[in-house]
T-cell receptor, first 117, second 116 residues
Framework: AQKVTQAQTEISVVEKEDVTLDCVYETRDTTYYLFWYKQPPSGELVFLIRRNSFDEQNEISGRYSWNFQKSTSSFNFTITASQVVDSAVYFCALSEAANQAGTALIFGKGTTLSVSS | AAGVIQSPRHLIKEKRETATLKCYPIPRHDTVYWYQQGPGQDPQFLISFYEKMQSDKGSIPDRFSAQQFSDYHSELNMSSLELGDSALYFC???????????????FGPGTRLLVL
């Protein structure tokens, strides 16, 4: 069965600290996608990144970086030099059947990140 | 860039009433998805459509139905509303791999439904 675990329910940091959000997934498929979404207090779900199961390269986008390790079934997200605007709920998600249209996203429970000034 | 449009943004209904939520996908996107997010919870998948055909089905109650129209917009119909249906309802759209897309789901702003 497919499952996404975000063990950290809440994290609080002070501005300029680095923070890593953990994500562990379970799937029996060899082909799948992993995602991170951000949900700020305003409520919308903002797409951050998509990673194909065949692509284990780490990715960096500005202050954001992602570490995908198939050996440990993890897809962790690091924010460098955090800012107050990073305060949000962050969801990790998994999609199996990568070549089938309309496949559901399975979300983790989310990690609430609070960044104080 | 154009985003997913959902209407209405807020809706208040009484128990046992019906509600219709609308979703207009990003232009050229052929797949739409519906999710329900209760307070403090993660989004739960309800149903999806690809090229106007139901593609995947999740934990959608029998009281709910949905369809995708010829212009690719979708509607979620909810009948016999219950207090527990109060939630944020998201629509998402994607361009399918069969159409050269990546299946990344882009979400609309959501419809906040309150059932009294």
């Amino acid at each position: 069965a497919q499952k996404v675990t975000q063990a950290q329910t809440e994290i609080s940091v002070v501005e300029k600290e680095d923070v890593t959000l953990d994500c562990v997934y379970e799937t029996r498929d060899t082909t799948y996608y992993l995602f991170w979404y951000k949900q700020p207090p305003s409520g919308e779900l903002v797409f951050l990144i998509r990673r194909n199961s065949f692509d284990e390269q780490n990715e960096i986008s500005g202050r954001y970086s992602w570490n995908f390790q198939k050996s440990t079934s993890s897809f962790n997200f690091t924010i460098t030099a955090s800012q107050v605007v990073d305060s949000a709920v962050y969801f990790c998600a998994l999609s199996e059947a990568a070549n089938q249209a309309g496949t559901a996203l399975i979300f983790g429970k989310g990690t609430t990140l609070s960044v104080s000034s | 860039a154009a985003g997913v449009i959902q209407s209405p943004r807020h809706l208040i209904k009484e128990k046992r009433e019906t509600a219709t939520l609308k979703c207009y996908p990003i232009p050229r996107h052929d797949t739409v998805y519906w999710y329900q997010q209760g307070p403090g919870q993660d989004p739960q998948f309800l149903i999806s459509f690809y090229e106007k055909m139901q593609s995947d089905k999740g934990s959608i109650p029998d009281r709910f139905s949905a369809q995708q129209f010829s212009d690719y917009h979708s509607e979620l119909n909810m009948s016999s509303l219950e207090l527990g249906d109060s939630a944020l309802y998201f629509c998402a759209s994607s361009l399918g791999v069969h159409t050269g897309g990546e299946e990344t789901q882009y979400f609309g702003p959501g419809t906040r439904l309150l059932v009294l």
